[in-house]
């Protein structure tokens, strides 16, 4: 099956600049996250997805990032204005509809380094 | 506060040296463990998960919730192992979150 698919795979901006990422996750797959990963630091969840709503954006900064899921398939992730610390991996994930008791695989796309300059 | 603990930032062993690499966690309930995996140029992918008792590529991990940890082991390594590592926890229900901790790079020479 074809993975989670993200684009751009870099991107470079001057800071206060807007930027769009776009993630398409596995076919079927109800769950969606987006994922911030900064250099020497493990991924940290920004937002979760099941299906179109949203289940967990405790840790987004809303005053700067959204990111929406439209017909539950592809999301967008925006940040607007940018600032120095967001240079990081943005990394998408999805895994399938829950159908047991424990945590589904989560299966990851390559991620969209990003550049705040 | 739920939290994934990696102490070493890099592991550097000879091939078919024994390896371990070292997680603790904390966290309120009952997590589910995992050790993701990215090698040189791919993508970060699952390599085992606690409830699953698995050895994949020959690593096996066992959950001590006495001393908080899941440390991955490998008894002799193998050059194609060198990769970053993360472990990982969540809640034990479907559909949450992954905490990552900060990895560890393994080194494998010859």
């Known amino acids: 099956e074809a993975g989670v698919a993200q684009s751009p795979r870099y991107k470079i901006i001057e800071k206060r600049q807007s930027v769009a990422f776009w993630c398409n996750p596995i076919s079927g797959h109800a769950t969606l996250y987006w994922y911030q990963q900064i250099l020497g630091q493990g991924p940290k969840l920004l937002i979760q997805f099941q299906n179109n709503g949203v289940v967990d954006d405790s840790q987004l900064p809303k005053d700067r990032f959204s990111a929406e899921r439209l017909k539950g398939v592809d999301s967008t992730l925006k940040i607007q204005p940018a600032k120095l610390e967001d240079s990081a991996v943005y990394l998408c994930?999805?895994?399938?509809?829950?159908?047991?008791?424990?945590?589904?695989?989560?299966?990851f796309g390559p991620g969209t380094r990003l550049l705040v300059l | 506060a739920q939290r994934v603990t990696q102490p070493e930032k890099l592991l550097s062993v000879f091939k078919g040296a024994p390896v371990e690499l070292k997680c603790n966690y904390s966290y309120s309930g009952s997590p589910e463990l995992f050790w993701y995996v990215q090698y040189s140029r791919q993508r970060l992918q699952l390599l085992l998960r606690h409830i699953s008792r698995e050895s994949i590529k020959g690593f096996t991990a066992d959950l001590n919730k006495g001393e908080t940890s899941f440390h991955l082991k490998k008894p002799f390594a193998q050059e194609e192992d060198s990769a970053m590592y993360y472990c990982?926890?969540?809640?034990?229900?479907?559909?949450?979150?992954?905490?990552f901790g900060k990895g560890t790079t393994l080194s494998v020479s010859s």
């Open positions: 994930a999805s895994s399938p509809e829950d159908r047991g008791a424990t945590q589904e695989t989560q299966y």
């Open positions: 990982a926890l969540s809640g034990y229900q479907a559909g949450t979150a992954l905490i």
